[in-house]
């Protein structure tokens, strides 16, 4: 059974109903009516403080949703068409790679990103391929001080 993902209210849903992606029409948020909804494999809980951005096949971005602007600054207009690695500066794109090659997930990477303001902002990455013919992916920034394994480490 499907899960998919708003990638602006994070909002979770299930295709219980064969409803997601039956028809030619493009699949929308139930809840703030999104554009589209991402597909996982199996369900994914991102913390409160996550950004949720979906790529294309090229690594271009497609969708940022809530919490990109408040983690590095850029609006909407400013990301979209713009590929993530430059428009973030990616410490390290290898999970990107093994993402695209292999079609697995990578989750709790710890990379920086540059935030708008030019500032380095340690993050935890979450990466996600998507599991249509777009290749896209999905990947979830969450600053490393409210991710899960910093709180454990306290």
Wanted: with cysteine; charged share 30%.
């Amino acid at each position: 059974m499907p899960f998919f993902i708003c990638p602006n209210c994070k909002r979770r849903s299930v295709d219980s109903d064969g409803y997601e992606g039956f028809s030619a029409q493009a699949v929308q948020c139930r809840s703030c009516g999104f554009g589209f909804l991402f597909e996982l494999l199996e369900d994914y809980y991102p913390a409160p403080g996550t950004g949720l951005v979906v790529c294309d096949r090229e690594g271009r971005v497609l969708a940022a949703g809530r919490g990109v602007f408040e983690l590095t600054g850029y609006g909407d207009r400013e990301l979209l068409g713009r590929d993530l690695v430059s428009a973030l500066s990616l410490s390290d794109v290898s999970p990107i790679e093994v993402v695209r090659e292999w079609g697995v997930r990578k989750l709790g990477q710890e990379l920086a990103i540059r935030t708008k303001g030019g500032h380095d902002r340690p993050v935890v990455a979450d990466f996600f391929p998507a599991y249509d013919e777009d290749g896209g992916m999905l990947v979830a920034l969450t600053p490393r001080s409210s991710s899960v394994r910093e709180r454990r480490r306290r």
